[in-house]
Nanobody, 124 residues
């Protein structure tokens, strides 16, 4: 079984930065892809960014490109989401998720494992 644990959320002013972490426990992630999703109140969960553990390929939602950076630390089995130039509309619960295989999927249905989520609030 795989367990994902997020951390790093909080309250930040518009224009500020936050770094989210997602640590994985259980099976190794050499043939997995991991993604970050977010869900704002009253909205559907949406893809933010993803990374393939095997080769480090990354993918971003268009609205996050240039502001968010996803990275991985193999030694720590941890994926990070560095968020910059934050806007009030980035306020959401952020979830990390993992799936078997190297493909970075953008649909939440393709992910098998999920963390509990961490709240990010951006004040104006």
């Amino acid at each position: 079984q795989v367990q994902l644990v997020e951390s790093g959320g909080g309250l930040v002013q518009a224009g500020g930065s936050l770094r989210l972490s997602c640590s994985a426990f259980g099976r190794t992630f050499r043939t997995y892809a991991e993604g970050w999703f977010r869900q704002a109140p009253g909205k559907e969960r949406e893809f933010v960014a993803g990374v393939s553990w095997s080769d480090g390929r990354t993918s971003y939602a268009d609205s996050m490109k240039g502001r968010f950076t996803i990275s991985r630390d193999s030694a720590k089995n941890t994926v990070y989401l560095q968020m910059g130039s934050l806007k009030p509309e980035d306020t959401a619960v952020y979830y990390c998720a993992a799936r078997t295989g190297s493909r970075i999927a953008t649909s939440e249905q393709d992910y098998e494992y999920w963390g509990q989520g961490t709240q990010v609030t951006v004040s104006s």
